[in-house]
């Protein structure tokens, strides 16, 4: 597909920012540049730009990356408590005159437009890298790319559904981002009047269920990898309607609370 870069070079590129690897701050910028790309190749671009940089944070873990979820479950809660989260009033500012589940509607749809944008990214990249075949091997670290970025962008939307229903977590921006993973986690709201609902650490227990949720997006998101484009179509459906049932289950748990 013209415009869309193979993945050997920003992959590789990234891979060598860092002797000690991409920081949070390096991966939260590269995420963030993701997130606002506009063409499908703009974002294919950040895609691998991403995967690049989470290459060079995860390059001693090596191959047990591929056969499980733990280390990107301790990435996603490294990386959690640096997003940025807008609270009620930055929502009602951002979209004025709407009442919680109008607000909430807005919400969903633009995560599940953008999980799904970054189906297509992943799929054009892939693309590419099927007309590129010697280059094939760095399209593991993509995928990788792929289910870190779309689990960001919905703990970032569990994040601001809690602020529309006015449930938004308390404590430290790292006890936050634990409570929000867990929550994403386990496709429910929190309690922020249960301490026992918004933990300081997860243990491990709850990093096991971390890791087998993000272990599952993983393996469907191999379905970017089918050739002519194919992966595309597949990587923005199924994006889009994970975001959208966590979004069902994560509002109805809200919802419940709210008449408790």
């Known amino acids: 597909m013209a415009g869309v870069p193979t993945s050997s070079d920003d ?47 995860l390059r ?19 990386l959690a408590p640096h997003l940025s989260v807008r609270d009620l009033p930055t929502l009602q500012k951002h979209f004025p005159d709407r009442e919680a589940e109008a607000l ?24 590419a890298e099927w007309a590129a075949f ?48 867990m929550a994403w986690a386990q496709r429910r709201g929190i309690d922020p009047m249960s301490p026992t609902r918004v933990p300081m650490v997860l243990g491990i227990a709850g990093r096991r269920q971390v890791a087998h949720r993000l272990g599952g997006r993983l393996a469907r998101n191999l379905g970017t990898l089918a050739p002519m484009l194919v992966g595309a179509l597949v990587g923005a459906r199924w994006n889009r309607s994970e975001t959208q049932r966590l979004a069902g289950a994560v509002r109805s748990d809200l919802r419940s609370r709210l008449v408790r």
């Open 134 to 181: 010697p280059t094939l091997a760095a399209v593991p670290i993509q995928i990788l790319a792929e289910t870190v970025a779309v689990a960001l962008i919905e703990v970032k939307l569990v994040a601001e559904l809690h602020a529309c229903y006015g449930m938004s977590a308390p404590g430290e921006p790292t006890q936050r981002g634990v409570a929000y993973v």
């Open 104 to 127: 909430a509607d807005v919400l969903v749809l633009n995560a599940a437009r953008a999980t799904a944008a970054v189906g297509v990214a992943g799929g054009a990249a892939a693309a």
């Open 60 to 78: 001693r873990i090596g191959a047990r990356v591929l056969t499980g979820g733990r280390p990107l479950a301790d990435l996603l809660l490294e």
């Open 11 to 57: 992959v590789n590129s990234g891979a060598a920012n860092s002797a000690q690897g991409a920081s949070d701050a390096e991966l939260i910028a590269a995420f963030e540049r993701l997130e606002g790309s506009g063409s499908t190749s703009e974002r294919s671009r950040a895609l691998l730009g991403f995967a690049g940089l989470l290459a060079s944070r």
